[in-house]
């Protein structure tokens, strides 16, 4: 166990529709990053933000958008969701932006 | 951009004994990290070790070991006494050490079976 928590475990939806996965980083951590895992595309990083700030952003959509709260939680948002957007998503955390990232188990998006 | 190659889709080896996993990268930097990470059937990604590219010592973490060619841009990574419990996938991955830029750039795998 990391200590990184990912919820929902699963989540099955439909074209078109709005999601929200979230994460809890480790007791301590301040960066939270977000991962996309595809079969096509494989692991992509999509965000990172630090201690409630945008750090930097990889190659994710529009319609996907995150934040990271005062407790330091993140939550992504997916939206307009299509097929493609099925995939398995994580979230990982660090201490600061030049340490070890842990990762969550991860919240499996199926887009129907 | 920086890139990561894993060129072995799959490997296998028998129970109690050594593979290696190769992995090259492609970088103008000269201070970066790498990393492997193992990922079960579970799904969880899991850290087995990681190396800074300004230390030319090998990493070790008990079993697993990694021969880092910093000229070659060279990272593998070898498994001693082969455990059922190492079947995974295993990814290497980068990371850039210039501040702004810590995201992980990951190869695409390579399935690792133990046959008892």
């Known amino acids: 166990d990391s200590g990184v928590t990912q919820t929902p475990k699963h989540l099955i939806t439909a074209t078109g529709q709005r999601v929200t996965l979230r994460c809890s980083p480790r007791?301590?951590?301040?960066?939270v990053y977000w991962y996309q895992q595809s079969l096509d595309q494989g692991l992509q990083f999509l965000i990172h933000y630090y201690n409630g700030e945008e750090r930097a952003k990889g190659n994710i959509l529009e319609r996907f958008s995150a934040q990271q709260f005062p407790d330091l939680h993140s939550e992504l948002n997916l939206s307009s969701l299509e097929l493609g957007d099925s995939a398995l998503y994580f979230c990982?955390?660090?201490?600061?932006?030049?340490?070890?990232?842990?990762f969550g188990p991860g919240t499996r998006l199926t887009v129907t | 951009a920086q890139t990561v190659t894993q060129s072995q889709p799959e490997m296998s080896v028998q129970e109690a004994e050594t593979v290696t996993l190769s992995c090259t990268y492609d970088t103008s930097e000269s201070d970066y990290y790498l990393f492997w990470y193992k990922q079960p059937p579970s799904r969880q990604m899991i850290l087995v070790i990681r190396?800074?590219?300004?230390?030319?010592q090998n990493a070790t973490e008990n079993r697993f070991s990694v021969n880092f060619q910093k000229a070659a841009k060279s990272f593998s990574l070898k498994i001693s006494d082969s455990q059922l419990g190492d079947a995974a996938m295993y990814f290497c991955a980068y990371r850039s050490a210039k501040k702004g830029a810590q995201k992980l750039v990951f190869g695409q795998g390579t399935r690792l079976t133990i046959n008892p």
């Open positions: 007791s301590g951590d301040l960066s």
């Open positions: 990982a955390s660090s201490v600061d932006p030049v340490s070890e990232q842990y």
């Open positions: 190396q800074e590219a300004y230390k030319q």
